[in-house]
Nanobody, 124 residues
Framework: QVQLVEAGGRLVQAGGSLRLSCAAS????????MGWFRQAPGKEREFGAS????????YYADSVKGRFTISRDNAKNTVYLQMNSLKLEDTAVYYC?????????????????WGQGTQVTVSS
């Protein structure tokens, strides 16, 4: 079992930056690829970024590529999402998720464990 707890969401102005963190419990964190997804009101949950278990491979949705950076610290059982140049359309609840494979994936159905989410609101 893996438990995930996100933190760092808040209200931020457009053009600003924010860093989300996701702390994981359990002994297998370093064996799992991790992902960040987001869900805006009335929309489906969508993929944002994924990182392999070693951290050597990352993958981004086109909507965040060049603005967001996913990283992880396996010694701290934590994955991060650095978000820069935030836009109004980035407003959503952000979820981290763990995949019981080492490789990255954008498919939400391949992630077995999910956090409770953290709200990010971008204002003009």
């Amino acid at each position: 079992q893996v438990q995930l707890v996100e933190a760092g969401g808040r209200l931020v102005q457009a053009g600003g930056s924010l860093r989300l963190s996701c702390a994981a419990s359990g002994r297998s964190f370093s064996s799992y690829a991790m992902g960040w997804f987001r869900q805006a009101p009335g929309k489906e949950r969508e993929f944002g970024a994924s990182i392999s278990s070693s951290g050597g491979t990352t993958y981004y949705a086109d909507s965040v590529k060049g603005r967001f950076t996913i990283s992880r610290d396996n010694a701290k059982n934590t994955v991060y999402l650095q978000m820069n140049s935030l836009k109004l359309e980035d407003t959503a609840v952000y979820y981290c998720a763990a995949r019981t494979r080492r490789s990255v994936s954008s498919n939400r159905y391949e992630y077995a464990y999910w956090g409770q989410g953290t709200q990010v609101t971008v204002s003009s």
